[in-house]
């Protein structure tokens, strides 16, 4: 863009804006950066407890990642309708009014992306526990209270909040040159990656046979039961899916830019995952599995020794920071385009004249993302997938009503054999929602709790302020 057409669009708006800068490479980063990351590097331990069999927990990631697929695409159609930042705001607030579309803004800045950049900062600090084990969870030095409601600090949580303080800065010196840091950490990560998965197969020590060899089971709820419970823990690791509509304001021709950039992303990212948990299990029993947050570290061990696990393990250290980067990038623009339509605080909406990034938006994310490295993470995990998947299902609904307005774009994709695609997500959300809140009510009253909250601070306050 021209120095003649930047100030062009000033004058039209009044005040500094966000840029079309981003195109398919860079939207298509941001996706694959946002889903791989806490969920594969962190969740298969505890599915292996709470399963125990190797074939369910692979069963469990290939019907997240279709899933997460039904979603990209349903999302796509109502990103072409919608290209502008701030994702299911948008969608719900056009569909079923401002008070829905306050209250995913207020979920998303709490569960959405504070609580997740907290969560995959925590999954950082535990790999770099495998040099310095002052840095695992596991040996928190202060713990106060117990269960769900229990707070830790130690070295793992300053590490953590170290992390998120370094990101939140960075991205407030314009989206460019964290879209340049974005695609060389995430390319690091498909390396690392794509190396693990290569030479874990190709030259690392592991068998085929416990793919067949059972774990004692640390759940007592039924299977079937199980299964769908575990599904919130598999879709916090494909939640990434969206990510690119949250940026669609600062997309190059968001109408071909889009729907490219989140099918992309979530097909690499399905490969990706189930070929890490194959070779998961591969390297160690589920019974050694079991409970482990660094699971990575404990697969490289396996398969290299402890030597060549380090490097690994330092190695996956870096890929999670692509994931908490990403998440600081995308957030704030769901404030900032909530603010700009007054129905978020309207500082929110604040872009600095000179790196044109929200600042007061992304300081504020920070600031609760480090606060909720105090948080346990299974706690952390179970929050998150709930409040996700409780408002994608409604922004997937949502296409019912929009597919009824005169001049809706329709996307080919989810027109065959409509409305299959849309009703299999919206099903199999429901479904964990519902076990969710009967075997983890905790947790789950926790997550409904934040959203009934939203509800009251915007008819109490904003609302009123707004009349």
Same mark, same amino acid.
């Given at each position: 863009?021209?120095?003649?057409?930047?100030?062009?669009?000033?004058?039209?708006?009044?005040?500094?804006?966000?840029?079309?800068?981003?195109?398919?490479?860079?939207?298509?980063?941001?996706?694959?950066?946002?889903?791989?990351?806490?969920?594969?590097?962190?969740?298969?331990?505890?599915?292996?407890?709470?399963?125990?069999?190797?074939?369910?927990?692979?069963?469990?990631?290939?019907?997240?990642? &279709?899933?997460?697929?039904?979603?990209?695409?349903?999302?796509?159609?109502?990103?072409?309708?919608?290209?502008?930042?701030?994702?299911?705001?948008?969608? /719900?607030?056009?569909?079923?009014?401002?008070?829905?579309?306050?209250?995913?803004?207020?979920?998303?800045?709490?569960?959405?992306?504070?609580?997740?950049?907290?969560?995959?900062?925590?999954?950082?600090?535990?790999?770099?526990?495998?040099?310095?084990?002052?840095?695992?969870?596991?040996?928190?030095?202060?713990?106060?209270?117990s269960g769900v409601f229990s707070l830790t600090l130690g070295g793992g949580q300053l590490m953590a909040s170290a992390l998120v303080l370094g990101f939140t800065v960075l991205n407030c010196f314009g989206v460019s040159r964290v879209a340049k840091v974005q695609n060389a950490l995430t390319?690091?990560?498909?390396?690392?990656?794509?190396?693990?998965?290569?030479?874990?197969?190709?030259?690392?020590?592991?068998?085929?046979?416990?793919?067949?060899?059972?774990?004692?089971?640390?759940?007592?709820?039924? /299977?079937?039961?199980?299964?769908?419970?575990? &599904?919130?823990?598999?879709?916090?690791?494909?939640?990434?899916?969206?990510?690119?509509?949250?940026?669609?304001?600062?997309?190059?021709?968001?109408?071909?830019?889009?729907?490219?950039? /989140?099918?992309?992303?979530?097909? &690499?990212?399905?490969?990706?995952?189930?070929?890490?948990?194959?070779?998961?299990?591969?390297?160690?029993?589920?019974?050694?599995?079991?409970?482990?947050?660094?699971?990575?570290?404990?697969?490289?061990?396996?398969?290299?020794?402890?030597?060549?696990?380090?490097?690994f393990s330092a190695l996956m250290a870096v890929s999670i920071m692509s994931t908490v980067n990403a998440m600081v990038t995308i957030g704030p623009r769901v404030y900032y385009a909530m603010a700009k339509n007054r129905a978020f605080f309207t500082a929110a909406a604040t872009v600095h004249p000179r790196w044109r990034t929200p600042v007061v938006a992304i300081l504020s994310q920070g600031l609760c993302a480090m606060l909720m490295t105090l948080t346990p993470f299974p706690q952390l995990i179970i929050y998150i997938g709930f409040s996700l998947t409780f408002f994608t299902v409604m922004s997937v609904a949502s296409l019912f009503v929009f597919r009824r307005r005169q001049g809706w774009q329709r996307l080919r994709p989810v027109s065959f054999a409509y409305p299959l695609i849309p009703l299999a997500y919206i099903f199999v959300g429901v479904c964990m929602i519902g076990y969710g809140l009967i075997w983890q009510p905790k947790a789950s009253l926790t997550a409904l709790g934040t959203i009934g909250l939203g509800a009251a601070v915007y008819h109490f306050g904003l609302r009123r302020r707004n009349a």
């Open positions: 863009m021209t120095i003649k057409a930047k100030m062009a669009t000033q004058s039209q708006v009044g005040k500094p804006g966000l840029l079309r800068q981003l195109g398919f490479v860079s939207a298509t980063a941001l996706v694959v950066s946002n889903m791989v990351g806490t969920g594969i590097f962190a969740t298969t331990g505890f599915m292996a407890g709470d399963l125990g069999d190797a074939r369910l927990i692979l069963a469990a990631w290939l019907v997240g990642a &279709l899933f997460a697929l039904a979603g990209a695409l349903s999302y796509s159609e109502l990103g072409i309708n919608f290209p502008s930042s701030g994702g299911e705001y948008v969608y /719900l607030t056009r569909a079923f009014g401002p008070t829905w579309g306050f209250m995913t803004g207020w979920v998303s800045f709490f569960a959405g992306f504070s609580a997740p950049i907290a969560a995959a900062a925590l999954a950082f600090s535990d790999y770099l526990g495998y040099f310095f084990p002052s840095l695992k969870q596991a040996n928190a030095t202060h713990v106060i209270g390319g690091t990560k498909l390396l690392v990656i794509l190396a693990f998965i290569l030479f874990g197969f190709l030259v690392g020590t592991g068998t085929w046979q416990n793919l067949s060899t059972p774990a004692v089971r640390t759940a007592t709820t039924s /299977l079937p039961v199980q299964f769908v419970i575990s &599904l919130l823990w598999v879709m916090v690791g494909y939640s990434g899916w969206n990510a690119a509509t949250y940026v669609a304001e600062e997309l190059r021709q968001p109408e071909r830019t889009l729907p490219r950039a /989140l099918a992309a992303g979530t097909g &690499l990212v399905t490969a990706l995952y189930l070929g890490l948990n194959l070779l998961f299990i591969y390297s160690t029993p589920l019974e050694s599995m079991k409970g482990v947050i660094a699971v990575g570290s404990l697969s490289a061990s396996n398969l290299f020794g402890p030597g060549i696990a380090g490097v």
